[in-house]
């Protein structure tokens, strides 16, 4: 795998390095966010881990390109000292798929470069068509009767999700352990909030044919139903 690392700590860009390195992973760091913006084109890297608190571009700024460019299915992690509730959630819902706090532990930085590297790789999952509604896996968006509906990167992740597992009751606790890999950092109320704007921006109240029902106390089940 071939990783980005955007830090502008030498010390600490140079210890995430040895750590990838010696699970055989291929690293490149970066101190600013316009050479590794110029540099991703060219080296097409995996995974990209990166700092928020940057000279110049800001790793938010940078995480937002990435997203808005033809890389945008790239997974992204967050490293960085910031850890308020608030940023985590900006990050989360901005596109990062996860978000760690310095100081980071190797076997969780390692564990879950994997396991957001499987998760990208994972083609089984990635649904094509689902009357009435279209995916593109690789612009992250969803068309409804040829219409593209935009969607963020996390609210797209959730209806890929439910749209393979229909029928089944699912938890908030897990959804945030799927989709956000987080348990604890934040709140089922992150999950409710996305839900909603993906139940608006979907018509997920039955009149698309498709009802995104929420289970007191227990979760989420995305049911098909008769339209007249």
Sequence with gaps: MKIFILEDDVDQAELISHWLQ???????????GRDFIAK????QPDLLVLDWNLPGISGLEVLNWVRSSEYSDLP???VTTRNHEDDLVRALDQGADDYLVKPIKQSELIARSHALYRRHNQAQNKLVSIEP???NHKEGTISFNGNEVKLTAKEFQLANYFFS???RLISRDYLLETIWTKSASIT???VDTHISRLRKKLALDGSTGWKLVSVYH???RLIE???E
């Design 40 to 43: 991703v084109p060219y080296e």
């Design 22 to 32: 010696e699970k055989n992973h291929e690293c490149q760091s970066f101190t600013n």
């Design 133 to 135: 509604f279209t995916f």
């Design 165 to 167: 597992n229909q029928d």
């Design 225 to 227: 139903v008769k339209t």
């Design 188 to 190: 089922t109320r992150t």
């Design 76 to 78: 992204v992690i967050f």
């Design 218 to 220: 227990k979760g989420y």
